[in-house]
């Protein structure tokens, strides 16, 4: 890497070592190069203000790892796709209607200029260099993607669903320890269905990126939900685009946050085509010491007309001392279309805590009730039940243990 590179970030010359042990790879150097031209975000980076990755990384150097958090959804039956520092493990048994292989050398990463920590991870991604899954019919179970471990490690995964193919895809994002960068890229061909359900949790010691890329052709459908607790510096982010007429998206999720943890849901949804659909709804808390930002932005191209786009961003501060910061937008050039954001920060409702107060109930599990009610709504969407009891159960085990 140019000397001039370590000048303008120093911290570039950590990932251009690991680059080095790769060899002459274009692909992996155009990656990288997209990367070091913007260099590790900091907060004087707009879209980073409030994750500052390079203090991050430098606050968890020669940190101690902790125990890699329990997985969630272990108890799901489905492929297990398992990424971790020890590197890739593939499922026991190929699941009807799944193809994956792994990729010795790096693909190409189309969009390494708009996303340069998922082109870091692109470039940087080991053993293998990538994974791709395509599903060609419709699952009876879901897959599992489990991103685990205590030290540096970077991964490349993606996910192609053919035309009329359905599939629940829960991806596990858990760490103990280092830097964990992943991307993982979904295509959703003609007419395709996706349920992404995300749950991510790490230590006070590690700094989480998990950033997804989502293509929509027409009639295609995607739907996400993503429950996060955070981590010494997480952030979780998804840039979809509506490329094909009809296409519709939810992009839901809760960050519940206690002292000391972070955690950033950034979304970036462009709508491209005409008569497409978006919905989002994001719920978070935090306590004293707790740091959580929301960054969401609706584009609408010229030409995307009667594009249904609503965006709302609610967040509880628990707490003197807890920090949330929101910035939802839109950008619009189409001018048939229903589009809204909103945003709000508050505190628990202070009626509803005296009533259950008044009926015997202690004041940390009438806090932890109010506060699981206000996060369900995120939940809503999980087409299973089993499944969104789950999410349910996992924040309020946070609330009440955490509190």
């Given at each position: 890497m140019p000397d001039v590179i370590d000048?303008?970030?120093?911290?570039?010359?950590?990932?251009?070592?690991?680059?080095?042990?790769?060899?002459?790879?274009?692909?992996?150097?155009?990656?990288?190069?997209?990367?070091?031209?913007?260099?590790?975000?900091?907060?004087?980076?707009?879209?980073?203000?409030?994750?500052?990755?390079?203090?991050?990384?430098?606050?968890?150097?020669?940190?101690?790892?902790?125990?890699?958090?329990?997985?969630?959804?272990?108890?799901?039956?489905?492929?297990?796709?398992?990424?971790?520092?020890?590197?890739?493990?593939?499922?026991?048994?190929?699941?009807?209607?799944?193809?994956?292989?792994?990729?010795?050398?790096?693909?190409?990463?189309?969009?390494?200029?708009?996303l340069p920590m998922g082109a870091l991870a692109a470039a940087l991604a080991d053993d293998p260099a990538a994974v791709v899954i395509e599903i060609a019919a419709p699952l009876a179970e879901p897959i599992r993607l489990v991103f685990d471990g205590q030290s540096d490690r970077f991964h490349h995964v993606a996910i192609i669903l053919r035309e009329g193919a359905q599939a629940t895809i829960l991806e596990s994002c858990l760490s103990g320890g280092g830097f964990a960068n992943a991307v993982i890229e979904y295509t959703l061909e003609k007419g395709a269905s996706a349920e992404r359900l995300v749950m991510q949790s790490g230590g006070a010691s590690t700094v989480q990126l998990h950033t997804a890329k989502v293509a929509l052709a027409a009639d295609a459908r995607f739907s996400q939900t993503v429950y996060a607790t955070g981590s010494k510096l997480c952030r979780v982010e998804t840039r979809l685009v509506h490329e094909g007429s009809h296409s519709e998206a939810i992009l839901n999720g809760a960050y519940l946050l206690g002292d000391g943890y972070h955690c950033d849901f950034t979304s970036h949804v462009r709508h491209a085509d005409e008569d497409c659909k978006t919905e989002q709804a994001v719920k978070g808390a935090a306590l004293a010491g707790g740091k959580g930002a929301f960054q969401g932005k609706f584009y609408v191209k010229r030409g995307a007309q009667r594009t249904d786009a609503n965006m709302q961003h609610n967040a509880l501060l628990l707490e003197d001392g807890a920090e949330i910061n929101a910035k939802p937008e839109l950008e619009i050039y189409a001018d048939d279309v229903a589009c809204a954001h909103g945003n709000t920060c508050g505190a628990l409702d202070a009626d509803q805590l005296f009533y259950l107060r008044q009926r015997g109930i202690p004041e940390a599990e009438a806090k932890a009730l109010l506060t699981r009610s206000f996060v369900a709504d995120a939940f809503a969407e999980i087409s299973d039940e089993a499944l969104q009891e789950l999410f349910l159960d996992a924040a309020h085990a946070w609330l009440t243990e955490v509190r």
């Open positions: 000048k303008i970030d120093p911290g570039v010359a950590r990932f251009a070592e690991i680059l080095s042990k790769f060899g002459e790879d274009p692909r992996r150097q155009r990656a990288f190069d997209a990367f070091a031209s913007v260099g590790i975000p900091h907060r004087r980076v707009e879209n980073w203000r409030w994750s500052d990755i390079r203090a991050g990384l430098k606050s968890i150097d020669g940190a101690a790892p902790v125990a890699v958090p329990a997985d969630p959804f272990a108890d799901v039956l489905g492929a297990v796709f398992r990424f971790s520092d020890k590197g890739f493990q593939p499922p026991a048994k190929r699941p009807a209607g799944v193809q994956y292989y792994s990729k010795s050398d790096a693909p190409a990463f189309a969009s390494a200029e708009e």
